[in-house]
């Protein structure tokens, strides 16, 4: 008899926050909490945590109905539903903000929130690293999943693992055309860079174990205004990935976010600014909405059931890393509204541009030529 398998999902929302842009408030998780427990009670998940990365809600949910279940996307979608009504009594921040729609049409999906999901046989130990990203795009997880999956000055594993030997396949997507392609690394390493260089538009979705097809590693690749057609908030990505025997150890994946590498995103949506790992309780986001943070959750999965969490970040081995953070979004901010510190036009969320070129399209004009312009030489010029 076959044996059962296990889904793993991650949905997540900004249904509003205190004080701005900043964190969830507790009643909204209280609501959240009560709808999934109500789920478990019924049978239709076997588990679940509540928790939060900044000012966005996170679903995280264990069961046995696979990916894109209709069940368990109306659990999400109704615990966002009622903590979103809880936002809006209280008079929250975008209360709502990732909910496009007031119909469920039995997949969360294009409706707003991000969803990361996997199915598996249930390994005899079944550790999984789950992140949560506040204040950033997909694209933000294209140089970690590279550096845990295809970099062996990352992952050692890389090398002197047999199962991890022969490589990993990456599924990286293109959020504009709505299509993805497979590439193998290592032998396709440069293709893969060549893609994933541009996170904005090419995002890696998923990761699988090339000797056994399994799955190691899904990220959430919602664009919120690529569905809704306006700004409506940063996409903030959620990502769920299997660690240890025949995949990246939980240091390996870990190791990935000691460097603060730069994401878009931040204030507005409309800036770069370094990816800070943090422990819960630090997700909040301040320092002109940010800079972006990265929260880490790690669980057991065992029968089904989730065993855990261990806070990841909350380790002062990644002081430093914060601390570079600091000096990196220091220095960047110096440059104000200038690039490369806010995004290029044609990247930013909104931007005034377009009503400012209308208002002074009459008044630009061609400058007069000089004899410089002319030859590329200047002439000499009469003096008194």
Known sequence: MEKIKTTVSIIKADI???????????????????????????????????????????????????????????????????????????????????LLSDAFSGNVRGLGPGVAEMEFHERPSEPIAVFM?????????????????????NTAGLVIDPKLHAGFTFEVYDVHEGKSVLLNAPEEIYDILALIGTPGRYIVRKVYRRFDNEIAAVVSVERLSLIAGRYVGKDDPVAVLRAQ????????????????????????????????????RYSKCTRFDGPPRIVGLGFQVRNSKLIGPVDLFDDPAFDETRRQAQVVAEYVRRHGPFMPHRLGPEEMEYTTLPDILEKLKNRFFKPAKTAESKTGVEEPRETD
Request: glycine share 10%; charged share 20%.
């Open 16 to 98: 509003g926050s205190i004080a701005g842009h900043v964190v969830v408030h507790p009643d909204t998780i209280a609501a959240a909490t009560r709808v999934l427990a109500e789920a478990k009670a019924k049978g239709v998940i076997f588990d679940f945590y509540v928790a939060n990365a900044g000012d966005d809600l996170e679903l995280i949910m264990s069961h046995r109905k696979g990916v894109d279940s209709p069940e368990v996307h109306e659990v999400a979608w109704t615990a966002f539903r009622e903590a979103a009504k809880v936002a809006r009594e209280l008079g929250l921040y975008a209360a709502g903000q990732d």
């Open 133 to 153: 990203v506040d204040k950033t795009e997909p694209g933000a997880f294209n140089l970690p999943m590279y550096r845990i999956f295809a970099d062996p000055f």
């Open 245 to 280: 025997a025949g995949f990246p150890a939980m240091g390996e994946i870990l190791e990935a976010f000691a460097f603060p590498h730069l994401v878009a995103g931040w204030m507005r949506g409309s800036h770069h600014g370094p990816l800070m790992p943090v422990p819960q």
